[in-house]
């Protein structure tokens, strides 16, 4: 199971910070704003594919803020869907949705996580304002990271935060190359009127070997 993955995708607001020029602080708080508003929503969900030794999987984590959360992740060699939830300070984790319910002590790192997704919005760092651009089809607000130090290969890393300019929320969390080559890692941000996260029914205790 890539339950530790959810510390990835909590990535919403965790940006770089680093000291910059006024304009780059005033792009800062138009970043808060977004997330701030994307945390108050009735719902929201972040997808993403990611690479492995076994082969790609698709993750998709909803929230319904504060403490509920479902994380899917799916690969064609997995025995199903691998699932981890969190209503109130239960933590239930299965495949394809026969789930046991987590020991306390598992269950505390899941309820920080979802916090640290869902609640106040921290220092997300200083933003370059880029303005309208086009990305994925859409015409999207983009602002990008000052601190650019990250290099895979040699190449400069920078993450972009797109915002859709119409609902004010987050659209997409973006780290790649400064020279375009390539996605290093892609978050997707929707907002489903559908999401329902329940308890499971009847799930037993964990058991420890």
């Known amino acids: 199971m890539l339950r530790n993955t959810t510390t990835t995708l909590i990535l919403t607001a965790a940006i770089l910070a680093n000291a910059q ?10 970043v808060v704003t977004a997330i701030e508003k994307q945390r108050a929503s009735k719902a929201f969900r972040v997808s993403m594919t990611q690479s492995t030794a076994e082969g790609p ?24 869907e691998q699932q981890t939830m969190l209503v109130g300070s ?7 949705g026969a789930y046991e319910e987590l020991l ?30 086009t990305y994925d089809g859409r015409e999207l607000l983009a602002y990008r990271a000052a601190d650019q130090a990250a ?16 609902s004010g929320l987050p659209a997409y969390n973006v780290v790649a190359p ?3 080559k390539s996605e290093a ?15 499971p029914t009847g799930a037993p205790i964990q058991k420890t070997k």
């Open 57 to 80: 999987v698709d993750m998709t984590v909803d929230y319904m803020p504060p403490d509920r959360m479902l994380q899917t992740v799916i690969g064609k060699h997995m025995p199903g």
């Open 178 to 180: 400064l020279s375009g």
């Open 104 to 133: 306390p002590q598992f269950t505390q790192s899941i309820v920080a996580e979802v916090r640290a997704a869902t609640g106040k919005v921290g220092n997300v760092g200083t933003f370059e304002c880029l303005g309208k651009v």
């Open 151 to 166: 290099k895979v290969d040699g190449d400069v890393l920078a993450r972009t935060i797109y915002v859709d300019p119409t």
């Open 21 to 30: 020029p006024a304009l780059a602080e005033d792009c800062a708080k138009d």
């Open 90 to 96: 239960r933590a239930f984790a299965g495949t394809s």
């Open 185 to 199: 890692m892609k978050l997707s941000y929707s907002y489903p009127d559908g999401i329902v996260i329940e308890p």
